[in-house]
């Protein structure tokens, strides 16, 4: 049996309002690519490794799951685009409301973060322009360069829009609460909204209200398919990851919460500055304050109607001062919440966290990295109350 969680001292112990859910607690679980769902199936490992961090009114957010089979450009990553992958995310689902959290599911498109190996008829990945992120990507065949992507062209624009909004519809029938677009880290929605990347000539290149119009699309689509009190969206305007960057992150990411407030969505979510590394080579959590950098998140918490989840080198007490200064609404927790399944007990007892392993993060490995990060024993848990 979860306890019911309960603190008037700790604010990330307290309830909040996304959309729809009505949340007890204000840590949640952030989207963590695991390379376990084995030829694009989640694996029933998943059922355990999700439920161990489940949480009465908790919010957990899936790892980012592809839309659509060119979407893919990690080994095992699951998809939400056939009825075998919905049937393996039932059970999982279930298992979570057995806990009585919210499970949110990441829609994913890598764009040109992908390779020839990982396409259907070894064509090439897609992106907004001809242009390849720099560095080496890791693909069935072994580790290459990036390919030059290939642009989509406008008219193929609506099919892609099309695949969010069936990912949508996919991730409710498979039980989930509702979705998050994943507008972050340098994939397909990133490619469009930032300059570095996005040279087109046409309606979605050029000025800021043309770069944010395929984000746009995408989440009327989705919104019109699931309803908006069920919409999340995640943003990186800070991060360089892939070699996507803008110039002016406050014009554009101002921009789209303003288009994203008419459409009513339950939520957004940023990555701190900090995180610019977002599979975390930077932000020690011991050094993270989030108001000493000199970007800050404050300018897009105060633009959106919403609610407002901050995610990137967050520790308990950075959390704590985050949610007390009104900096955000929930903090999502990636590395701790991975290397620590009861998270949530132990930030509410001040209890030592377990550190993580980088080494089998992105392992195929059912058991090790996965499910087997110790709970704290009640010994412990006695000890640090
Ligand atoms: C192993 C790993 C996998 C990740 N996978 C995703 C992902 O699927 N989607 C996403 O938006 N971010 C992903 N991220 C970024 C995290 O959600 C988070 O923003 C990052 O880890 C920083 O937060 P932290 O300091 O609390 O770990 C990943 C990070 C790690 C370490």
């Given at each position: 049996m979860v306890k019911e969680i309960e603190s008037e001292?700790?604010?990330?112990?307290t309830p909040w309002k996304a959309g729809r859910f009505q949340l007890a607690h204000r840590v949640v679980l952030a989207p963590l690519t695991?390379?376990?769902?084995?030829g694009t199936v989640p694996q029933p490992a998943a059922i355990e490794y999700y439920s161990q961090r489940a949480t009465k009114g908790g919010l957990m957010i899936t790892e980012a799951t592809c839309?659509?089979?060119?979407g893919h450009g990690y080994p095992e990553t699951p998809g939400i685009y056939t009825q075998e992958q919905i049937n393996a995310w039932k059970p999982i689902v279930e298992a979570v409301h057995a806990k009585g959290a919210m499970f949110i599911l990441q829609l994913w498109h890598v764009g040109r973060a992908s390779h020839s190996d990982y396409q259907p008829n070894g064509q090439l990945p897609v992106s907004s322009s001809p242009i390849p992120p720099s560095g080496k990507i890791y693909t069935p065949k072994g580790l290459k360069d990036y390919e030059v992507p290939r642009a989509l062209e406008e008219t193929e624009i609506p099919k892609v829009v099309d695949q969010y909004r069936r990912g949508a519809r996919n991730a409710l029938e498979a039980g989930f609460d509702g979705v998050e677009i994943h507008?972050?880290?340098?994939y397909l929605i990133d490619q469009f909204l930032k300059s570095s990347v996005n040279h087109r000539k046409?309606?979605?290149?050029?000025p800021i209200e043309n770069r944010v119009r395929f984000a746009l699309e995408i989440t009327q689509a989705v919104v019109d398919e699931v309803?908006?009190?069920?919409v999340g969206i995640r943003l990186s305007p800070f991060g360089g990851f892939l070699?996507?960057?803008?110039?002016?992150p406050y014009a554009l990411n101002t921009h789209l919460l303003e288009e994203l407030n008419k459409l009513g969505i339950a939520y957004v979510h940023f990555i701190e500055?900090?995180?610019?590394?977002s599979m975390g080579v930077a932000s020690p959590h011991a050094e993270f304050?989030?108001?000493?950098?000199?970007?800050?998140?404050d300018v897009f918490r105060r633009a959106f109607h919403g609610a407002f989840i901050a995610a990137g080198g967050h520790s308990r007490a950075s959390g704590i001062a985050a949610i007390n200064a009104n900096h955000c609404d929930a903090i999502a927790y990636g590395r701790p919440y991975l290397a620590n399944p009861d998270l949530v007990k132990r930030f509410e007892i001040d209890a030592p966290l377990n550190k993580y392993d980088r080494s089998t993060f992105?392992?195929?490995?059912?058991?090790?990295?996965?499910?087997?990060?110790p709970f704290l024993s009640e010994a412990q848990a006695g000890k640090a109350a």
């Open positions: 001292t700790n604010p990330l112990l695991r390379c376990r769902a084995l839309i659509a089979p060119e507008g972050a880290n340098g046409d309606k979605y290149g050029g309803g908006a009190d069920r070699d996507a960057e803008d110039e002016h500055p900090r995180a610019i590394h304050n989030f108001q000493r950098v000199d970007q800050n998140l992105y392992t195929q490995d059912q058991k090790v990295g996965y499910t087997d990060y």
